[in-house]
């Protein structure tokens, strides 16, 4: 028997009245040379423009207001490798809360001093050597009597990151594909019950990179699997095991899973930056990066809406990538 679907259009609706007042409306690009290159029509969300430069505000922002006022004097704990931590720093920032965030020592720099920027206490582990940040998350959440919010496993996470799909198909309501980046599957799974419920015959896609490819393999056994810690140029995307809540929607609702190679991902991010003038991190241009090397079936001709999900990328690194392509 398939499991139940924890998150509905009306979470996502409702989680969109809650969070206005505290994201930006990004915006939806076109280029006739992407275009062109692709054989199809596509329309980018543009995610690196949202606040803390990531679609991660939208489900911090969803998850924190939920909060009741105890529950905000006792402050929030996460853990992420970037964005999330960000979100999550931010959002506790504006709602007047304090805020703990685990953090992996390779995590990169920009990350870690934008999470200590908007206020929140940063621990660092070192997930190389085995340390697993959700017993440091839970061990803080015991002591200090703070709510956990993890990145992805959480439905009104989900339902906040779904919101960019309400966006996306009212800017562009006759798209006939969605294609997104997939870490955990919250960004994926809560687009596609949006997207799906307002648009049943739409299509949706993800993308992890080939190393990180915990949810493709997922699918492929038919229940959450767990991977070695990826070795991939997408920090964003590191992640070892789907959650049985994103799984259960991304098999449901969605076509399935595309990877992607680093390089791929490095091409992506060069034409977005020559072509377009937009700077985009490894991860965020997964499913661009899909699209660009012919990986989406059944593309051509097709009006197809592509996330760029974030932006947060060192400018030396982000130079180091892309050279040389």
């Known amino acids: 028997m398939p499991t139940p679907l924890t998150v509905t259009l009306a979470d996502i609706q409702a ?9 930006h409306r990004t915006p939806v690009l076109t280029s006739g040379l992407v275009d062109e290159k692709v054989g199809a029509s596509v329309f980018f969300k543009c995610e690196i423009f949202q606040r803390v430069g990531a679609f991660k505000a939208r489900g911090a922002f969803s998850r924190l207001t939920l909060f009741t006022p105890d529950e905000r004097a006792r402050g929030v704990v996460a853990f ?17 809360m304090p805020a703990t965030i685990v953090m992996p020592l390779d995590a990169p720099a920009l990350k870690v001093a934008a999470t200590r920027g908007y206020g929140a206490k940063v621990v660092l582990y070192d997930r190389i050597g085995g340390e697993n940040r959700e017993e440091i998350a839970r061990r803080i959440q015991d002591e200090q009597g703070a ?23 009212e800017d ?30 739409i299509r949706l896609w993800g993308v992890e990179p080939e190393a990180g490819d915990d949810m493709k393999r997922s699918l492929e056994q038919g229940e959450p699997v767990s991977i070695p810690l990826p070795n991939t140029i997408a920090d964003a995307l590191q992640t070892t095991r789907p959650a049985e809540r994103t799984f ?33 991190e490894p991860g965020g241009t997964a499913a661009f990066a899909a699209l660009l090397h012919g990986k989406v079936p059944n593309a051509a001709g097709r009006r197809i809406g592509v996330v760029l999900s974030g932006g947060n990328v060192d400018p030396e690194r982000f130079g180091a990538l892309i050279s040389g392509l």
């Open 172 to 201: 562009v309501p006759d798209l006939d594909l969605i294609v997104t980046p997939c870490g955990g599957g919250g960004l994926l799974s809560g687009s596609a019950v949006a997207a799906r419920g307002i648009r049943p015959e």
């Open 147 to 169: 709510t956990l919010v993890p990145p992805f496993d959480d439905d009104a996470i989900i339902a906040g990151q779904g919101t960019l799909a309400l966006e996306l198909l």
């Open 15 to 23: 989680a969109r009245e809650r969070i206005a007042p505290h994201i």
């Open 248 to 280: 259960a929607i991304v098999r449901a609702l969605t076509q399935g899973i595309l990877t992607v190679s680093d390089l791929e991902l490095r091409a992506a991010m060069a034409f977005l930056a020559s072509r377009m003038k937009l700077v985009v």
């Open 80 to 96: 992420s490798s970037g964005n999330h931590a960000q979100a999550v720093a931010l959002a506790a920032r504006e709602l007047g």
